[in-house]
Every structure is written in C-alpha cells, then in structure tokens.
C-alpha cells in the first residue's frame, strides 16, 4: 500500500521568499502524485498533479513540484511567496490502476510573515 | 456549475443526536468520497462509493452511514452522535478512474 509523509508540520516565509514544501512517498511502482491548498475555512484545491512524462510540473497559483524518483519525492516549490499563500498544504499518491482512492499526507501549514 | 455542495456548513449536536450530512455534486462523478478532517491528522476516509448504489467502508467508518440512490447525491448519516465525531466533514467527488478529486467546503460539527 502507499504512503506519504509530510515532515514538517508547520513551515513559516516571509512575503517574498521563496519556498519548498517537502512530501516523501512509498509506494513500488510508478504513483500518481497531487498537491492541493486548503485556505483557511475551505475545501481543498487541486495546484498541481504528476501522472508521467515531465518530472518538472507546473500548478496553478505560480506553483510547480518535482517528482524525483530516486528520492521518493515530491517537492511543492514557489519562488516567491505572497501573504495570500497562507494555507494548509497537503500531498497526496495513488497507485495506478489501484482503487482510485488517494492517500493524502497530514499537511504542511503554511505561515507567510508580511 | 456549483461542483460539491455541501450542506450544513456548521452544525451542534448533542451527545446521542441523529443528523444527516448533505452532499451533491454536478459534474456526474461516479466516484464520490467522505473525509473527516481533525488538526494535524490530515484526512480520514470514511466512506466511499464508485456509483449509484454502491458503497464501501474507508479507513474510519465506525459511527457513520451512507447511501448512495443517485449519481448526484452521497449522504452521511451519524447515529447517535458522540463528542469524538466532533470534526469538520469533507465531501469530494472524482472521474471514474482518476485520483483527482473534488472538494466541497466542508461542514463544522460539534458534539457536545
């Protein structure tokens, strides 16, 4: 079965810096890979997803992640945040031709400092 | 296009109270799921199910129903309601085949 591990549980940035959100996933084969935001009070939305081909994808929102293989990762990046981006950060894997239920990390909180 | 809808967005319970969660959705996902969300812990499946009249247990079913009659619509149902059930509820729905899923807002609940 797969898994994903967030390792930090909080991350704080100034307005401006840039920033990478760490997600580690176990899984045998090839996974599909998500990032979603969840704002304060919302859903979640989907920034981004890696399936194959590019390891290199870019999201919505000025946001982009690498899927590097031989490190089990998938790194959420942005090179320069805004105090909007304050927001709770999770990833999440699947296996493909699995039972199309993700399995989604406990989150990175985003703190932005103005 | 409304997407997930979900219905209340907040809600207090007594300890032993019934109530049902509403969820619909509007994009004819067959795949439709429930999270419970609790600080720190991410999201817990509940339960899930692939199409109209098939459901199937998640990760933390205990305490919950569900029914699906409809395409459109997936119900969460607490029985007797305890004060561990106190979390906010996430509705999501996805394409068959596709992880990709989609949020409502989220209904609050507190057991007391």
């Known amino acids: 079965a797969q898994s994903v591990t967030q390792p930090d549980i909080h991350i704080t940035v100034s307005e401006g810096a840039s920033l990478e959100l760490r997600c580690n996933y176990s899984y045998g084969a090839t996974p599909y890979l998500f990032w979603y935001v969840q704002s304060p009070g919302q859903g979640l939305q989907l920034l981004l997803k890696?399936?194959?081909?590019?390891?290199l994808v870019q999201g919505i929102k000025g946001f982009e992640a690498e899927f590097k293989r031989s490190q089990s990762s998938f790194n959420l990046r942005k090179p320069s945040v805004l105090w909007s981006d304050a927001a709770e950060y999770f990833c999440?894997?699947?296996?493909?031709?699995?039972?199309?239920?993700?399995?989604f990390g406990r989150g990175t909180s985003l703190i932005v400092h103005p | 296009n409304a997407g997930v809808t979900q219905t209340p967005k907040f809600r207090i319970l007594k300890i032993g109270q019934s109530m049902t969660l509403q969820c619909a959705q509007d994009m004819n996902h067959n795949y439709m799921y429930w999270y419970r969300q609790d600080p720190g812990m991410g999201l817990k499946l509940i339960y899930y199910s692939v199409g109209a009249g098939i459901t199937d247990k998640g990760e933390v079913p205990n305490g919950y129903n569900v029914s699906r009659s409809t395409t459109e619509y997936f119900p969460l149902r607490l029985e007797l309601a305890a004060p561990s059930q106190t979390s906010v509820y996430f509705c999501a729905s996805s394409y068959e085949g596709s992880y990709e899923q989609y949020f409502g807002p989220g209904t609050r609940l507190t057991v007391t």
């Open positions: 999440a894997v699947g296996a493909a031709g699995g039972s199309y239920i993700p399995t």
């Open positions: 890696y399936f194959s081909g590019d390891t």
